[in-house]
């Protein structure tokens, strides 16, 4: 039952990792009431994995950051299986071997639904017997009037209004409220980046004597692009030491296979010992499932309009580069100190919860907007395409230290740090290209000279 207390009210709608995590940090602060709206059914009761599309969640950095500041890391170590890092080989025609590059701090990965699970059991313990938060599962909830923070929502029981001094939208890249600010806010507007080729399908690693000898706490890179394949663990039936293992399949580009031998002889292509790992039965589903565009990133104008705040893939979504969840779990505490530090500074008491929230949601536009940009640019550097170019780049700059991807995953670099150091690698690359090109014209004309 949704309360109608007086104290300032906030809905979040979408209990994935982002909302679940601000669920979790607003749940500290006695002033608010927060209803935590979601479409789907409880993350308990539902599967942990979808085969089509369960790729392993890695939460390293300001993931690991966002978890101890909203008290959440024991329930993590307890539901999830413990990350070091990745095991690569990206340059194979020099190097077959793999290289492992290890976090800086240990954290955690999984699947979405065991993330989820673990946060929401977390967030339920804490506020068992008290009001403050309430979870609406199998409940939709629309943004009906954005300026003033009106819902529209619907559950088996019916349908209703609702009002809200702040609605916050952690609604996944597919977001409807990101939808409906572009519908009513006059400014707002959403633009579509320009989107890499890039897809996925998803490769079920069923053979247990193969996998075996992975080890279930890294991530590994098995093949870089054009055929690029990442396997990694999830939580099991019996949980984290009972992993599941998937793969997941990157091309430049959507990808039919007339056959079986089509599909296998892709997969040794890129990685000859694909099938110690999976049965010719798992090839076979993987060639017969749908190549899923992964390339598409769009930008807002802001991440506030009204009395509506745009969180995680709501209001950033990019190609996955191992962050997306990382991000928006951090950007879920931005936004709580953002709504702390405007509560606080409540202005002797002359404006409402409604007008504090209102510019809390500025506030966050303003602190996380670099950020989410920079985050954003790193992914969309991730082109398959550029297969072996990247892939060469990628294994030179990680052994610089300045690789952007590598770096994001370092929570002690803010996301605009990481890109700022490989852009300037970026430079002086050019910079020793060009002087190198240069010297070589140089030497062309002397040499034709002396002829």
């Given at each position: 039952?949704?309360?109608?207390?007086?104290?300032?009210?906030?809905?979040?709608?979408?209990?994935?990792?982002?909302?679940?995590?601000?669920?979790?940090?607003?749940?500290?602060?006695?002033?608010?009431?927060?209803?935590?709206?979601?479409?789907?059914?409880?993350?308990?009761?539902?599967?942990?994995?979808?085969?089509?599309?369960?790729?392993?969640?890695?939460?390293?950095?300001?993931?690991?950051?966002?978890?101890?500041?909203?008290?959440?890391?024991?329930?993590?170590?307890?539901?999830?299986?413990?990350?070091?890092?990745?095991?690569?080989?990206?340059?194979?025609?020099?190097?077959?071997?793999?290289?492992?590059?290890?976090?800086?701090?240990?954290?955690?990965?999984?699947?979405?639904?065991?993330?989820?699970?673990?946060?929401?059991?977390?967030?339920?313990?804490?506020?068992?017997?008290?009001?403050?938060?309430?979870?609406?599962?199998?409940?939709?909830?629309?943004?009906?009037?954005?300026?003033?923070?009106?819902?529209?929502?619907?559950?088996?029981?019916?349908?209703?209004?609702?009002?809200?001094?702040?609605?916050?939208?952690?609604?996944?890249?597919?977001?409807?409220?990101?939808?409906?600010?572009?519908?009513?806010?006059?400014?707002?507007?959403?633009?579509?980046?320009?989107?890499?080729?890039?897809?996925?399908t998803m490769l079920h690693l069923d053979c247990k004597a193969g996998t075996d000898s992975l080890d279930p706490r890294f991530l590994?890179?098995?093949?870089?692009?054009?055929?690029?394949?990442?396997?990694?663990?999830?939580?099991?039936?019996?949980?984290?030491?009972?992993?599941?293992?998937?793969?997941?399949?990157?091309?430049?580009?959507?990808?039919?296979?007339?056959?079986?031998?089509?599909?296998?002889?892709?997969?040794?292509?890129?990685?000859?010992?694909?099938?110690?790992?999976?049965?010719?039965?798992?090839?076979?589903?993987?060639?017969?499932?749908?190549?899923?565009?992964?390339?598409?990133?769009?930008?807002?104008?802001?991440?506030?309009?009204?009395?509506?705040?745009?969180?995680?893939?709501?209001?950033?979504?990019?190609?996955?580069?191992?962050?997306?969840?990382?991000?928006?779990?951090?950007?879920?505490?931005?936004?709580?100190?953002?709504?702390?530090?405007?509560?606080?500074?409540?202005?002797?008491?002359?404006?409402?919860?409604?007008?504090?929230?209102?510019?809390?949601?500025?506030?966050?536009?303003?602190?996380?907007?670099?950020?989410?940009?920079?985050?954003?640019?790193?992914?969309?550097?991730?082109?398959?395409?550029?297969?072996?170019?990247?892939?060469?780049?990628?294994?030179?700059?990680?052994?610089?230290?300045?690789?952007?991807?590598?770096?994001?995953?370092?929570?002690?670099?803010?996301?605009?740090?990481?890109?700022?150091?490989?852009?300037?690698a970026d430079r002086c690359l050019r910079g020793i290209a060009a002087v190198s090109l240069v010297a070589s014209m140089a030497t062309?004309?002397?040499?034709?000279?002396?002829?």
């Amino acid at each position: 039952k949704m309360s109608d207390r007086s104290t300032a009210r906030i809905a979040i709608i979408g209990a994935g990792p982002a909302g679940l995590t601000l669920g979790l940090a607003l749940a500290a602060r006695p002033s608010l009431h927060v209803d935590i709206f979601e479409r789907a059914a409880d993350h308990r009761a539902s599967a942990m994995f979808n085969p089509d599309r369960s790729y392993t969640i890695d939460i390293t950095g300001h993931g690991v950051k966002a978890a101890r500041y909203v008290g959440a890391a024991a329930v993590l170590d307890r539901a999830l299986i413990p990350f070091l890092g990745l095991r690569m080989r990206l340059v194979p025609s020099i190097s077959p071997h793999m290289k492992e590059e290890r976090c800086k701090e240990p954290g955690w990965t999984g699947s979405r639904g065991d993330i989820c699970s673990a946060l929401l059991s977390e967030l339920l313990e804490r506020t068992r017997g008290k009001e403050g938060v309430a979870v609406h599962f199998d409940t939709e909830a629309t943004v009906v009037n954005a300026a003033k923070g009106t819902l529209r929502v619907s559950d088996r029981s019916g349908s209703r209004e609702a009002s809200y001094d702040l609605v916050i939208g952690s609604d996944g890249a597919g977001s409807g409220v990101r939808s409906a600010l572009q519908e009513q806010i006059d400014g707002f507007t959403i633009t579509s980046c320009p989107s890499l080729t890039n897809h996925a399908t998803m490769l079920h690693l069923d053979c247990k004597a193969g996998t075996d000898s992975l080890d279930p706490r890294f991530l590994y890179i098995l093949s870089p692009p054009p055929v690029l394949l990442v396997a990694g663990a999830i939580c099991g039936p019996k949980g984290p030491t009972d992993p599941l293992w998937f793969c997941q399949v990157g091309l430049p580009g959507a990808r039919r296979f007339g056959s079986v031998d089509e599909a296998v002889k892709l997969l040794t292509g890129a990685y000859g010992s694909i099938t110690e790992l999976c049965s010719v039965e798992a090839i076979e589903a993987f060639s017969r499932r749908e190549s899923l565009p992964i390339g598409r990133s769009k930008e807002c104008s802001a991440f506030h309009g009204g009395r509506v705040v745009l969180l995680g893939d709501a209001g950033a979504p990019f190609p996955p580069v191992g962050q997306g969840v990382n991000a928006a779990m951090e950007a879920a505490t931005v936004l709580d100190t953002c709504i702390g530090l405007r509560l606080l500074g409540s202005d002797g008491g002359r404006r409402s919860p409604g007008d504090m929230l209102e510019a809390a949601a500025g506030d966050f536009t303003r602190v996380w907007g670099p950020e989410a940009a920079a985050v954003s640019t790193i992914a969309r550097g991730l082109d398959y395409k550029a297969g072996v170019f990247l892939a060469s780049k990628s294994a030179l700059y990680l052994a610089l230290g300045v690789n952007a991807v590598h770096n994001a995953k370092d929570g002690a670099l803010s996301y605009t740090q990481a890109l700022a150091i490989e852009r300037r690698a970026d430079r002086c690359l050019r910079g020793i290209a060009a002087v190198s090109l240069v010297a070589s014209m140089a030497t062309m004309c002397i040499w034709l000279w002396r002829c």
